[in-house]
């Protein structure tokens, strides 16, 4: 799903994309979690992408989410980074972003309609917080941050699936 880029998105009917600064941690953690999730629901129609405020092109994931994802049966070893684009913003129906900071540039790129924080649909104490960047941390702080994005993804793909459900 995530080779779906803007404008080849055929067979797609509904894009998520995911946001954070590098796009070398979060975002491709919350992206590999949700095309997960999205293949095991079947839904077929929906597309996932991630993006970075401050990404350079092409940057491979960092080492710390490339091992938590393993842990967790993901592979980001194959990811490359992306800048966040206004064809992205446009592409996509609902952008997830880690923290006010993205939630900011987005809105400033003509995104504020369909943006939220990712923690925005949990129904806990964590609920529009904004998700840790743990860029050169510790393999706990990246499984941690891993922790946290699979329960916001979860609560994402929750509240869309009245929509999205085939």
Partial sequence: MSDDAPGRGAGTTYNLLFVCTG???????ASAIAE?????RGW????????GTGAVDGAPASDGAVQAALENELDLSMHSSTPLSQELIEWADVILAMS????????????ADKTYLVTDFLDDDHAGTAVADPFGGTSEQYRETFRQLQAAVVAVLARLEPILAP
């Fill in 100 to 111: 006010p900071s993205h939630l900011y540039t987005v809105r400033e790129l003509g995104g």
């Fill in 23 to 29: 796009n070398t941690c979060r975002s491709p953690m």
């Fill in 36 to 40: 997960a999730l999205v293949k095991a």
């Fill in 44 to 51: 077929t129609h929906v597309a996932v992408r991630s993006a």
